[in-house]
């Protein structure tokens, strides 16, 4: 069963209740409770949306809860913009019709989006300011009466917001039940510090997330000590393609400062870095889960899909085969 765009305006507007009616009969709101979908083992394993379903981060609220129980994923490492699609930005809303129009190939939206100008990120601040912030535990309701929870909320362009606006996405996070906001890590090295602030005044984490960064270890450790709510996203298969090496010893060390780690498959660099489908790489995504499941760690293990999807599949079914693999992993 799939929820159409129609059906979720209505339930919306009808208010969380109305949406038994409309889910059921789906196996995931069979569980009906938050997070009932691909928990195993007592561990919650989640996906990175949209990010995962490689058509941008520019999707409405509805989209990615349809295609996340199409998949079978019951908790989000979510970007914000859904969020504000859902609360009626006018900015986001205009970035999902400019990506359809460039899908369907119109000459007037052809080429990559422009970066906003001066004026633009102005209007989407002051919008901000007035934005229906109460909405944003509907949608909570929304979510986990469809048997899925918002673990993680992932935030573009964090370092460059004025102190309302970071107030205002953790706030976002806290409404939605999110345990920690996520951004890359920062180009400027204050910047932890200064966000950190922030997560301590929230009390929720902020999860800064690495790729090839050299000596990612120690600068971890460096920004643990700048704030009490500073954290980690360890992308387990960027580690292994970077360092060489397993990352399971960093996060036995640093588990209490680790919200969530993104979960793909990698070569080491030495054999190329290259993403495989999961069990063809080097990254010891089964151990790292099993040290999850039988050390109770409060760490979310979020697949992130970017390998390349082999000829004669597709998407959905490869992001499936990924949330199996770490089924079958924690249930060994």
């Known amino acids: 069963m799939s929820i159409t765009r129609r059906e979720f305006a209505r339930i919306t507007l009808a208010g969380a209740p109305a949406v038994a009616a409309l889910l059921q009969g789906h196996p995931a709101f069979a569980a009906d409770a938050p997070g009932a979908v691909s928990r195993w083992a007592g561990v919650q394993v989640g996906l990175n949306v949209p990010y995962s379903f490689g058509a941008g981060n520019n999707m409405s609220a509805e989209e990615v809860l349809k295609r996340s129980l199409e998949v079978g994923a019951g908790a989000f490492e979510l970007r914000a913009q859904p969020v504000e699609h859902f609360l009626g930005s006018p900015s986001v809303r205009a970035a ?4 359809k129009a460039r899908a369907a190939g119109s000459t007037s939206a052809s080429g990559p989006p422009a970066a906003p100008t001066p004026q633009q990120l102005a209007e989407v601040k002051a919008w901000r300011s007035s934005a229906p912030t109460s909405k944003i535990k509907e949608l909570r309701q929304i979510y986990e009466k469809a048997g899925v929870v918002v673990d993680v909320l992932k ?10 606006e970071v107030d205002y996405f953790f706030q976002m996070a806290r409404d939605l039940g999110a345990r920690a906001v996520s951004a890359e890590l920062p180009e400027n090295r204050a910047d932890t510090k200064r966000i950190g602030g922030f997560a301590d005044k929230h009390k929720i984490y902020m999860a800064y997330h690495h790729h090839a960064q050299p000596g990612a270890a120690a600068l971890y450790e460096e920004i643990f000590g700048e704030a009490k709510y500073n954290a980690a996203n360890v992308d387990i298969g ?4 970077t360092n060489n090496a397993s990352p399971l010893p960093f996060i036995e060390k640093h588990a209490d400062r680790i919200p969530h780690i993104h979960v793909k498959d990698r070569r080491l660099g030495t054999k190329g870095g290259e993403n495989t489908p999961f069990g063809e790489g080097d990254t010891a995504i089964k151990p790292i889960l099993q040290a999850i499941r039988d050390r109770k760690w409060s760490i979310r293990p979020i697949v992130e899909f970017e390998y390349k999807v082999p000829e004669g599949s597709d998407r959905v079914t490869e992001i499936k085969k990924s949330l199996a693999y770490c089924k079958d992993a924690l249930l060994k």
């Open 238 to 241: 960027h580690w292994t393609a």
């Open 96 to 99: 999902i019709e400019a990506a």
């Open 155 to 164: 935030v573009d362009g964090l370092y460059a917001m004025s102190p309302e």
